[in-house]
């Protein structure tokens, strides 16, 4: 079989599932309590979604830590919330350094040979919590711990992903969150994860999460290579270009040579200050819908909820 390009900058070329040996105890109530107490509030981020609509309506990023884990913990299973705690790989080696064995013993099978640049985040959703459809510019491997998570995986194709769209998500003039109608799920692979399932799909593919039972524990890891790399630099360098009235050719017809020179050029961009992103973080954007403590911290509006919900 004839290797393309793309193939080469994809990994997998269908979404894959397969069993990881994280133990999931540490998606245990208590390991969680007891993570949550710990864990830097600066890299604490609570999002709620809207009751019924696939978008991301608020976040807040941490910034102190009065509430304790067991109330944040509460807040999750209780609303339509999720919590990410981000830089596993720094904040939490006991975590890490499972998945990293558990990565390294699927490699071949998850397709990413040559990985660098590793980054984890742990994410505890509750029941109802919703992922809106869109895309990662990094490889993505999810290994579930806890619950039941339903994904959607959708074809990197045009009518899913259009070219223009993945390059403003990639230069941050907009969010990766895509256009989406329900009729597009017949073309889209799904899947039920399970604890000690990891599920990981070709770079850039549209997907989308509905959780099912119980609260929802996944770490997710993020990872490139050189292809990706450099052809996430070319995707950033093609919207600077695009944006100056360029005509931008499809990447599938874009050769290596002319790649990485574009990936230079997306060097350069920033450089210069071509490059800027233009969406404010959500933490500064938003608070949590209806927190009466709007200028409070990440854990104390995380038990306003909870206690909004036990009252």
């Known amino acids: ?17 397969v069993d990881h040996e994280v133990p999931t105890y ?3 109530d208590e390991a969680l309590v007891y993570l949550l107490d710990r864990y830097p509030a600066e890299l604490v981020d609570i999002n709620r979604y809207a009751c019924g609509a696939n978008r991301r309506i608020s976040s807040l990023a941490g910034t102190g830590g ?29 975590l890490w ?32 919590a919703r992922e809106p459809f869109d895309f990662n510019d990094a490889g993505t491997v999810l290994f579930h711990l ?32 895509l256009p989406y109608q329900r009729i597009m799920d017949g073309a889209a692979w799904r899947f039920d994860i399970a604890p000690g399932q990891a599920l990981t799909w070709p770079l850039y593919a549209p997907h989308r999460v509905e959780n099912q ?10 990872y490139q290579t050189w292809a990706s790399r450099i ?20 990447m599938a017809q874009t050769g290596w040579a002319q790649r990485a020179t574009l990936w230079a050029a997306s060097l350069a961009f920033t450089r210069l200050g071509f490059v800027k992103n233009s969406i404010k973080d959500f933490a500064r954007t938003f608070a949590i819908a209806d927190a009466p403590a709007q200028n409070g911290n990440a854990k104390t509006n995380a038990a306003l909820v909870a206690q909004r919900h036990a009252a």
Request: net charge positive; proline share 5%; charged share 20%.
């Open 26 to 28: 540490l998606a245990s």
């Open 97 to 128: 350094a499972e998945v990293m064995r558990a990565f390294g013993q699927l490699l071949p099978a998850l397709g990413a040979s040559g990985a660098r640049k590793m980054t984890g985040q742990l994410i505890l959703s509750s029941p109802a």
């Open 146 to 177: 806890r619950g039941v998570k339903r994904v959607w995986v959708y074809p990197t194709t045009e009518a899913f992903l259009p070219q223009a769209k993945m390059e403003q998500a990639i230069l941050r003039t907009t969010t990766e969150e």
């Open 1 to 17: 079989m004839t290797r393309t390009i793309e193939s080469n900058v994809t990994g997998v070329a269908v979404p894959t599932v």
């Open 213 to 222: 039972e119980g609260l929802c524990v996944s770490l997710s890891m993020d």
């Open 231 to 250: 052809t996430t630099g070319a995707y950033r360098a093609n919207g600077v270009l695009r944006s100056r009235g360029w005509t931008i050719k499809p």
């Open 66 to 94: 009065e509430a304790s884990g067991r109330d944040i913990l509460q807040a999750i299973k209780a609303g339509e919330i999720w919590v990410n705690l981000r830089s596993c790989e720094v904040a939490h080696p006991g």
